[in-house]
């Protein structure tokens, strides 16, 4: 049996034609709230510009979900994010919740048509893709809210001027501060003891000022298999266990296909790896996964676990929908131990 099993009534989330999210509904983020999954969701209405906004869905069970508004509950606002709002991370401060998320500085659209990049797709969706022009740089912005549906952005977390998207913050603070993984794509080079784009660690006492470790100090994970080889990138933030922190993370391999893997972090000094997967736990194989606005990718933004039950991974799925994977976590944690 596979270490991690594809939820049965997958799609948990799929765009409805017509609507403000009809394009695509995908790499959600999604926390434990009183008693039921919020489910913040990256939405996308128009091919043409390809800007990402976020929903909001909530679910009692985990497992299905329904739509909490009729519109985006946060658009763009800034001009670092005038090309869309991507990929939620969702953390608890206090009482109120902490999003991380990727801030897009370019609209896409236009890029993409410039290469025929969705049509091409249309015409050929099993085909592995060689790749997706750039869009202008990404950032990794923070917002604040008390309820997922009203926020206050808190700026940037990455370093200004580099690309550097898959910022996720820790669910608390480790030694009394803040924890961030990322992923500056231009940080390679001998100087940063990498050549591509891997997964780093940054610190920070007030969310504000971090320290980055350039020039290689907080360097954490980089490509090793084949299926990674690519590029890696954080992918949930981490969830804590006994045995230390579980990240979920994705890999892509040379023919930009996305899968997922994992690792297990020391609880009190996470610039340890404790184990690692050799192989991936997930790759694209359903029709939904393989079909869609980007073919061939499966991609995890959030994992949830309460102590005697399984593990619900929810990802994006061919930039569609919504998928949800799930995995014992005692069988998971010993595979990453043994």
């Keep these: 049996m596979a270490?991690?099993?594809?939820?049965?009534?997958?799609?948990v989330l799929e765009p409805v034609p017509g609507a403000w999210d009809g394009v695509s509904v995908f790499n959600p983020g999604a926390v434990l709230a009183d008693g039921r999954v919020l489910m913040l969701y990256r939405a996308v209405g128009d091919i043409r510009e390809y800007v990402s906004r976020f929903g909001l869905a909530t679910s009692k069970d985990g497992y299905e979900f329904e739509r909490a508004c009729d519109g985006p509950v946060f658009e763009p606002r800034?001009?670092?994010?005038?090309?869309?709002?991507e990929d939620a991370r969702i953390t608890r401060d206090g009482d109120d919740f902490l999003v991380a998320y990727a801030a897009v500085s370019k609209v896409p659209g236009p890029v993409y048509a410039e290469m025929d990049f969705f049509r091409a797709a249309r015409e050929d969706p099993y085909r592995e893709r060689p790749g997706v022009p750039p869009l202008g740089e990404s950032y990794t912005g923070l917002l604040r809210s008390p309820d997922l549906r009203t926020f206050a952005s808190e700026g940037l977390l990455?370093?200004?001027g580099v690309d550097d998207r898959d910022g996720v913050l820790f669910p608390e603070r480790v030694n009394g501060r803040y924890v961030m993984l990322h992923r500056p794509s231009s940080w390679v080079g001998p100087r940063y003891g990498t050549d591509r784009p891997s997964i780093w660690l940054a610190y920070s006492h007030d969310l504000k000022t971090w320290d980055?470790?350039?020039g290689g100090r907080h360097l954490l994970m980089t490509p090793q298999a084949d299926w990674e080889r690519a590029k890696i990138g954080a992918g949930p933030p981490p969830?804590?266990?006994d045995a230390g922190w579980l990240v979920i993370y994705h890999g892509v391999d040379d023919r930009y296909v996305y899968r997922v893997g994992a690792a297990l972090l020391d609880l009190d000094d996470v610039s340890v790896v404790i184990g690692r997967t050799d192989d991936f736990l997930l790759e694209p194989e359903e029709d939904y996964e393989r079909v869609g606005v980007i073919p061939n990718v499966v991609f995890p933004t959030a994992a949830l676990w309460e102590p005697g039950r399984e593990l619900l991974v929810y990802y994006g799925a061919a930039d569609r929908v919504c998928g949800l994977a799930t995995a014992d976590m005692e069988e998971l944690l010993d595979h990453l131990l043994s």
Excluded: A, C, M, S
């Design 212 to 214: 980055y470790g350039e």
């Design 239 to 241: 969830v804590r266990t």
């Design 78 to 85: 800034h001009g670092y994010e005038v090309g869309g709002v």
């Design 3 to 11: 270490l991690l099993e594809r939820f049965g009534g997958n799609p």
């Design 158 to 160: 990455t370093p200004p």
